[in-house]
T-cell receptor
Framework: GAVVSQHPSRVICKSGTSVKIECRSL??????MFWYRQFPKQSLMLMAT?????????EQGVEKDKFLINHASLTLSTLTVTSAHPEDSSFYIC?????????????FGQGTRLTVV | GQNIDQPTEMTATEGAIVQINCTYQ??????LFWYQQHAGEAPTFLSY????GLEEKGRFSSFLSRSKGYSYLLLKELQMKDSASYLC????????????FGKGTKLSVKP
């Protein structure tokens, strides 16, 4: 069964509104979670690293004020796309690895297909 | 940088064998993952190689050469459902455990 759960799986929003995506680790406590974005026919691109109890680390070119990340507990990280625009339409995926053993797979959430109209 | 290179697209015939190659930079390298991703879905784990050599898991096998910075994924007895993108991802042992992904290889299996 899934060990990382992401919600919602699909969302359509109007331009200018905000959308929140949740990522939960079900079987382990994740001090760190990763947020990726994937445009059609392209690979996963790391957007930011979410750190429980501290600020997220953003990759170069990712606007931290636009993509708000909150990691308030050891099992939940949220990504909020603020003032969404059509160019933000993409597939967003979260990931986490069990910190007790880094030599294991990265578990992925189901992904969120965001469409901004 | 930590460029991960793999072919963009491959085509193979049902029942055949296909090998998908991946090269990566060796500095700081810990291990190599392969994931399968169907369109519109999240990636699913296939394999993880840390040591040199071939690891077999059913119809799928994965090979690693640490000295050469090279890995391949071997798919045998191809089925139509194997049509997907295959992502190579390298673990450089960052303290936070993030993976660096290649662009993915889109495999099309034809009848």
């Amino acid at each position: 069964g899934a060990v990382v759960s992401q919600h919602p799986s699909r969302v359509i929003c109007k331009s200018g509104t905000s959308v929140k995506i949740e990522c939960r680790s079900l079987d382990f406590q994740a001090t760190t979670m990763f947020w990726y974005r994937q445009f059609p026919k392209q690979s996963l691109m790391l957007m930011a690293t979410s750190n429980e109890g501290s600020k997220a680390t953003y990759e170069q070119g990712v606007e931290k004020d636009k993509f708000l990340i909150n990691h308030a507990s050891l099992t939940l990280s949220t990504l909020t796309v603020t003032s969404a625009h059509p160019e933000d339409s993409s597939f967003y995926i979260c990931s986490a690895r069990d910190p007790s053993s880094l030599n294991t797979e990265a578990f992925f959430g189901q992904g969120t297909r965001l469409t901004v109209v | 940088g930590q460029n991960i290179d793999q072919p963009t697209e491959m085509t193979a015939t049902e029942g055949a064998i296909v090998q998908i190659n991946c090269t990566y930079q060796t500095s700081g390298f810990n291990g190599l993952f392969w994931y399968q991703q169907h369109a519109g879905e999240a990636p699913t784990f296939l394999s993880y190689n840390v040591l040199d050599g071939l690891e077999e898991k059913g119809r799928f096998s994965s090979f690693l050469s640490r000295s050469k910075g090279y890995s391949y994924l071997l798919l045998k007895e191809l089925q139509m459902k194997d049509s997907a993108s295959y992502l190579c991802a390298a673990d450089y042992g960052g303290s936070q455990g993030n993976l660096i992904f290649g662009k993915g290889t889109k495999l099309s299996v034809k009848p």
